[in-house]
Every structure is written in C-alpha cells, then in structure tokens.
C-alpha cells in the first residue's frame, strides 16, 4: 500500500488497523543497531557504523527520523481528532520517554552494582556520584540533570516531545518561519554556547538547544519540506556537492585513525573546521548528516521493494520499537563491554559479543510487535 505525503509516494503497511513508513523504521532500526555497536568500549565493529567515516553518526539520523515520524504521527491525528487529542498523545509520549530513562537508570544502578559490586566500572558508566550520594542523584535525575554514559539523548527527546505540540501549531501557523526560527535558535548556541545545566557539572550532552535544529528540520520536512525541495534534492548539482561533502568528511575523519593522512592536513584547515563539537551539533556534523541524507535519498528510490527482506524486517522490527531498543542497547553494550575486557578482546568474541547483541535487540522487538498486535484486540482492563 501506498499513501502520499507532500506529493512523495512512501511505501506503508496495515498493521491492524495502524499504517508506518517502512522506510523510517528501517533507518531508525539500522541507526540503533549502530549505536549499540558504538557504545561497546574495544571493539573493532563500530568501523562498520558512521561514526568512523565522516562528522556525524546516527544519532543525527535518529533524532531527524524522530521529528518526520512525529509530525506524520501528530499530525494526522490532528486532522482526524483535532488539538485536544494531538497535545494528549504528544505529552504522552513525552511522559513515556521520561519514565523509560528512569527505569533505565535503575538497571543501569543495579547492573553495574551488579558486576562491580559498587566500586567497579563507575567511572566508565558515570555512576559513581549515585553510589556515594544516591539522595542527591535520584532528584537530579529525577528532573533529567543527571544521565550516566550513553543516556543522554533520552532527556533531550523528553524536551522535544513535550515542545511538540507548540512545534505543530507554529508549523500549521507559518512553517517557513517555524524553521527560520529554530535556525536562528541554533545559529545563538553556536555563537554564544546557550545550554542546558546538567548535575553535577557541565551541561547535557545532547544540547536540546542545538539538536532542536534537526527535529524541527525533520517535522517541517515531512509538512512542506519534501514538496518544496524535491527540486534541488533531485539536482545533479545537490548530488555533487554532497558527495563532495561527504568525500571532505571521509578524509578527516581517517586521519583521526591514521597518522600518515593526519600529517598532510593543513594548519589553516585545521584551525577552520575544529572544534567538531557533538554536544552543540556542530555545522560540520549538521552539513555531513544533510548531504548523507541527499546522497541516500537518491539511491533508494520511494517505491523500492527492498524492505520485504529479512534483513530490512529486522530493522523495521526494532525501527517499531525504537525506545525499548535504545534503552535494551544501553544495559547489552555495557555487558558487551564487560566481556570484552574480563574475557576476551580477539575480534572473533567481538563477533560475537556485538551479532549476539543484535540478534536480542531482533528477538525481543519482534516479541513486542508480535505481543502488541496480539494485545489490541482484548479488552482494556483499566
């Protein structure tokens, strides 16, 4: 089945009743798959992720994905149930989000106390400060200043769901001006490091500030934006230019890994281009993600039948489930990590530490999906 959006054909399925951009579950799952295997500390898979060959990686993916599938999500609502509905199921998924990172917070306490008895691997989790104050952690945690290592996003996305609603009448009211708007917001972070205090020091990691840029980007794309740049995305000149982008990329981020190509990197170009900072979405990361996104959206066609393999099914299974899965990556690269370094580093037990990983990820997306359609038609208990 297929539906248009803003003039672009986007193949979907009818699940019970609920029809999903295939292609956005795939993205969001293959992204997933990447951040675990970049959260496992020691191995030598996370050359397979994007984080090795350019600025950005997939959390730039993530978080427009997010943003195209919220406004898909909210915004048909919107016109089928109108605002009340819309903002209830927008703070709703808000409220999900929170109580997901404070679940996971406590797994992440009990795993690592766990394995480390509470005076190991505290310092690679950020952790400790729970362990001798855990009072002061659980309030700050509680309004989202605190986040051990590899939570961070979750807060952010709590703050762009619960801004949602305001996003959406903004969008409806003057989309253009919407996105000039979260523009200029980005453009101030940049110059003069708007942030958001984190406890017990610095600030989040992921600059809700600054990363609101492409979560904005994602929802005007997904209610004009498609239409109206389907003329320069289509251009040979667009593709050019990004695949030149993302050639420029490539040989940076290689010289990060080897010495020889570091050495012929000149001054001047080094002065210009870093600080290539993660936590404020620095340019370099913002144009690398876009000409990936161009680039991508060239070589896979709307109507393409691809995602009927098992391997796509896969990522379109944990793409379903997205915040399960972020939350099950954590607590798995953390043991993936724990393994790795109490048993063995050779590449043949990252092998199988990181498919062993996937392949959970796979089996308990797909429970859930299959749990979840079982599920709709009982009744409701409460």
């Known amino acids: 089945?297929?539906?248009?959006?803003?003039?672009?054909?986007?193949?979907?399925?009818?699940?019970?009743?609920?029809?999903?951009?295939?292609?956005?579950?795939?993205?969001?799952?293959?992204?997933?798959?990447?951040?675990?295997?970049?959260?496992?500390?020691?191995?030598?898979?996370?050359?397979?992720?994007?984080?090795?060959?350019?600025?950005?990686?997939?959390?730039?993916?993530?978080?427009?994905?997010?943003?195209?599938?919220?406004?898909?999500?909210?915004?048909?609502?919107?016109?089928?149930?109108?605002?009340?509905?819309?903002?209830?199921?927008?703070?709703?998924?808000?409220?999900?989000?929170?109580?997901?990172?404070?679940?996971?917070?406590?797994?992440?306490?009990?795993?690592?106390?766990?394995?480390?008895?509470?005076?190991?691997?505290?310092?690679?989790?950020?952790?400790?400060?729970?362990?001798?104050?855990?009072?002061?952690?659980?309030?700050?945690?509680?309004?989202?200043?605190?986040?051990?290592?590899?939570?961070?996003?979750?807060?952010?996305?709590?703050?762009?769901?619960?801004?949602?609603?305001?996003?959406?009448?903004?969008?409806?009211?003057?989309?253009?001006?919407?996105?000039?708007?979260?523009?200029?917001?980005?453009?101030?972070?940049?110059?003069?490091?708007?942030?958001?205090?984190?406890?017990?020091?610095?600030?989040?990691?992921?600059?809700?500030?600054?990363?609101?840029?492409?979560?904005?980007?994602?929802?005007?794309?997904a209610y004009e934006g498609a239409s109206r740049l389907r003329g320069i995305i289509q251009s040979r000149a667009a593709l050019l230019l990004a695949m030149l982008y993302l050639t420029f990329g490539l040989a940076v981020a290689l010289s990060w890994q080897m010495s020889a190509l570091e050495k012929i990197m000149p001054n001047w170009l080094s002065a210009l281009i870093y600080p290539i900072d993660k936590s404020h979405l620095a340019p370099m990361r913002l144009l690398h993600f876009l000409s990936l996104a161009v680039v991508v959206s060239r070589l896979t066609p709307p109507d393409w039948h691809g995602l009927m393999k098992p391997g796509m099914l896969a990522m379109i299974r944990c793409g379903e489930n997205s915040l399960a899965m972020y939350c099950l990556s954590i607590l798995l690269s953390f043991i993936g990590s724990i393994i790795l370094v109490g048993v063995s580093n050779t590449i043949a037990m990252q092998v199988a530490v990181s498919s062993g990983g996937i392949a959970l990820m796979i089996a308990a997306a797909t429970l859930m999906t299959w749990t979840a359609k079982q599920d709709r038609p009982g009744p409701k208990l409460f």
């Open 1 to 221: 089945i297929e539906v248009v959006t803003d003039h672009l054909q986007v193949p979907m399925v009818h699940l019970d009743g609920d029809r999903r951009d295939l292609r956005l579950d795939a993205c969001r799952g293959l992204a997933l798959w990447f951040i675990f295997l970049d959260h496992i500390p020691n191995s030598s898979l996370d050359w397979l992720t994007l984080r090795n060959y350019g600025f950005s990686d997939a959390s730039e993916v993530f978080v427009f994905v997010s943003g195209y599938t919220c406004m898909l999500a909210y915004g048909g609502a919107l016109r089928e149930q109108g605002w009340s509905t819309t903002v209830v199921r927008a703070l709703r998924r808000a409220w999900e989000i929170y109580a997901a990172f404070l679940l996971l917070l406590i797994a992440y306490f009990a795993l690592v106390w766990l394995v480390g008895g509470g005076h190991r691997y505290l310092d690679e989790t950020n952790t400790g400060v729970f362990f001798e104050n855990p009072g002061a952690v659980i309030v700050r945690a509680t309004v989202m200043q605190y986040t051990p290592v590899n939570t961070d996003i979750l807060p952010t996305f709590v703050f762009l769901h619960l801004a949602f609603p305001g996003l959406l009448w903004c969008l409806t009211r003057g989309a253009g001006l919407t996105l000039a708007a979260s523009l200029l917001l980005y453009l101030m972070v940049q110059l003069f490091s708007w942030h958001v205090p984190a406890w017990p020091r610095g600030e989040l990691y992921f600059n809700p500030l600054a990363w609101q840029l492409l979560f904005v980007f994602g929802a005007w794309y």
